[in-house]
């Protein structure tokens, strides 16, 4: 069990199932901490590789931002390989060998890229679930559940702004055009708001006609902008 403190993750807690009770936590395991950020710069520099697979030790040769990393993790042996899901990049696995200098097999590659394989496998199934529970099936936005969800997590110390859009007279132009129309027009305004939104905002649909925005930390005068903008779109 690690606890994440700021940028650092440090390991608390351990669990060997294959070790008698009451024996004593490996030493070796005492005090392991590393930078988030140490590792999130590792992982972009494995994606940027044509590679899955990664031999990392001070005998094999890297890029210089691979190096960067490996000693800002403290990592001296390890062998590693990058996750993907949708063709991007989401982290990797690695087996770090916290004794001594140890020349990996091609037998524990293999092992390693299956493992990763199911792990690949079971988020893509994870994404997708997410993705259809959350997320409105017409215009693609954040769906009215997943909205609430977001706006009840915000911190409370946190500032955001919500923008509330209502669409005039939907009802309207569905019974004098069609309701095909009527989704065009959803669809568009949708991806307006899309186009208006930071990464780290929520657009949602709401209701039929209703949709929101979060923007947290956001100051008045971009979400006037952003107001704007949408009238005009």
């Given at each position: 069990f690690f606890l994440f403190e700021g940028d650092h993750a440090t390991l608390v807690a351990s669990y060997l199932p294959d070790a008698p009770a009451g024996d004593q936590a490996d030493p070796l395991l005492e005090g392991v901490s590393f930078p988030l950020s140490a590792t999130a710069s590792l992982q972009a520099s494995m994606a940027r590789s044509d590679d899955r697979l990664f031999i990392l030790d001070r005998s094999?040769?890297?890029?210089?931002?691979?190096?960067?990393?490996?000693?800002?993790?403290?990592?001296?042996?390890?062998?590693?390989?990058?996750?993907?899901?949708?063709?991007?990049?989401?982290?990797?696995?690695?087996?770090?060998?916290?004794?001594?200098?140890?020349?990996?097999?091609?037998?524990?590659?293999?092992w390693l890229r299956k493992l990763?394989?199911?792990?690949?496998?079971?988020l893509s199934?994870?994404?997708?679930?997410?993705?259809?529970?959350?997320?409105d099936a017409l215009t693609g936005l954040r769906n009215?559940?997943?909205?609430?969800?977001?706006?009840s997590s915000m911190?409370?110390?946190?500032?955001?702004?919500?923008?509330?859009?209502?669409?005039?007279?939907?009802?309207?132009?569905?019974?004098?055009?069609?309701?095909r129309a009527g989704d065009e027009l959803l669809r568009a305004l949708a991806?307006?708001?899309?186009?208006?939104?930071?990464?780290?905002?929520?657009?949602?649909?709401v209701g039929g006609d209703e949709f929101a925005?979060?923007?947290?930390?956001?100051?008045?005068?971009?979400?006037v902008r952003i107001a704007d903008r949408i009238l005009v779109e």
């Open positions: 094999t040769s890297v890029s210089p931002e691979v190096e960067t990393a490996l000693v800002a993790l403290n990592v001296d042996n390890a062998i590693a390989h990058l996750v993907r899901v949708d063709h991007r990049a989401i982290g990797f696995l690695a087996v770090v060998n916290s004794n001594r200098p140890t020349s990996y097999t091609e037998a524990q590659g293999q990763a394989g199911i792990l690949e496998l079971a199934r994870a994404f997708l679930y997410e993705s259809r529970v959350s997320t009215r559940r997943e909205f609430e969800r977001r706006l911190s409370q110390g946190t500032p955001y702004a919500l923008v509330s859009i209502d669409v005039d007279k939907l009802k309207r132009m569905n019974d004098t055009f069609g309701h991806a307006a708001l899309q186009r208006s939104v930071r990464r780290g905002d929520v657009a949602a649909r925005l979060i923007l947290p930390e956001t100051e008045d005068e971009r979400v």
